[in-house]
């Protein structure tokens, strides 16, 4: 994934776990990554849409984790957040004449779903809670 959507939810949540019952603000989380909070609020949204943060509105508002840090994997904010492939996108139109051209996509593509398993296979070894730890 060449996006940094990926590196911002998993800051996101690691904050949220670290806070325990605290609910944080954007502008906090914003602050803490030194990035406009608007990036912040679009992840917020896409973590609360698939059911990995809750959050409420007001002075008193924020966002917290919808449930234990035990229960979110890594990889399942992987593939929430993963709109790229891992190593990056086809050739946009290969010379078809060409041996290499002709072929060069369905082999960069079956490559990139190769590592990307791999990865995700070791995301999910690892939980929010596992993560977390290293930063104690």
Not at 36 to 43: D, H, I, Q, S, T
Request: proline letters at 3%; aromatic letters at 6%.
């Amino acid at each position: 994934m060449n996006d940094r959507r990926f590196a911002i939810s998993i800051h996101i949540l690691v904050l949220l776990a670290d806070s325990k019952e605290e609910w944080l603000s954007s502008d906090y989380l914003a602050g803490s990554m030194n990035i406009n909070p608007v990036l912040v609020r679009k992840e917020i949204s896409n973590l609360r849409k698939h059911g990995i943060i809750i959050s409420k509105e007001g002075k008193n508002g924020g966002c917290a984790l919808a449930k234990s840090a035990d229960e979110i994997h890594l990889s399942d904010v992987y593939k929430i957040v993963s709109a790229q492939t891992l190593l990056g996108n086809l050739l946009a139109s290969p010379n078809p004449k060409c041996p290499i051209g002709l072929q060069i996509n369905e082999h960069l593509e079956s490559l990139n779903l190769e590592a990307e398993k791999f990865m995700i296979k070791q995301l999910s070894n690892q939980t929010l809670a596992d993560f977390v730890k290293k930063f104690k």
